[in-house]
């Protein structure tokens, strides 16, 4: 059974920082690209980060270049989304999904994910 857990969510004041997880069971992590996604009350899903199957190049998301750091560990069958400076418009929910790897170019649109988590609240006020 495909399963991606993300954990790691919950109140930050702005500035602060969080790491979210992804724990993948259930198929063979470095055959895919994993992807992060959020959604705000009322608003779309959008694309945060996405990392490729297993040569490490990634994509972000121009709202979050130079904050948020995504990596992988495949032994581990798990994927992280380091998130620094974190600012009151981060807040949503975040999901990590995995992508078939012949999606070269990490895209960042929902479309392209297969599988899903259930996500993990991340807010950030003071």
């Known amino acids: 059974q495909v399963q991606l857990v993300e954990s790691g969510g919950g109140l930050v004041q702005p500035g602060g920082s969080l790491r979210l997880s992804c724990a993948a069971s259930?198929?063979?992590?470095?055959?895919?690209?994993i992807g992060w996604f959020r959604q705000a009350p009322g608003k779309e899903r959008e694309g945060v980060s996405c990392?490729?199957?297993?040569?490490?190049?990634?994509n972000y998301a121009e709202s979050v270049k130079g904050r948020f750091t995504i990596s992988r560990d495949n032994a581990k069958n798990t994927v992280y989304l380091q998130m620094n400076n974190l600012k009151p418009e981060d807040t949503a929910v975040y999901y990590c999904?995995?992508?078939?790897?012949?999606?070269?170019?990490?895209?960042?649109?929902?479309?392209?994910?297969?599988?899903w988590g259930q996500g993990t609240q991340v807010t950030v006020s003071s």
């Open positions: 999904a995995r992508a078939p790897r012949y999606y070269d170019n990490l895209p960042l649109r929902s479309s392209a994910y297969n599988a």
């Open positions: 259930g198929f063979t992590l470095n055959y895919y690209n």
């Open positions: 990392i490729s199957s297993s040569d490490g190049r990634t």
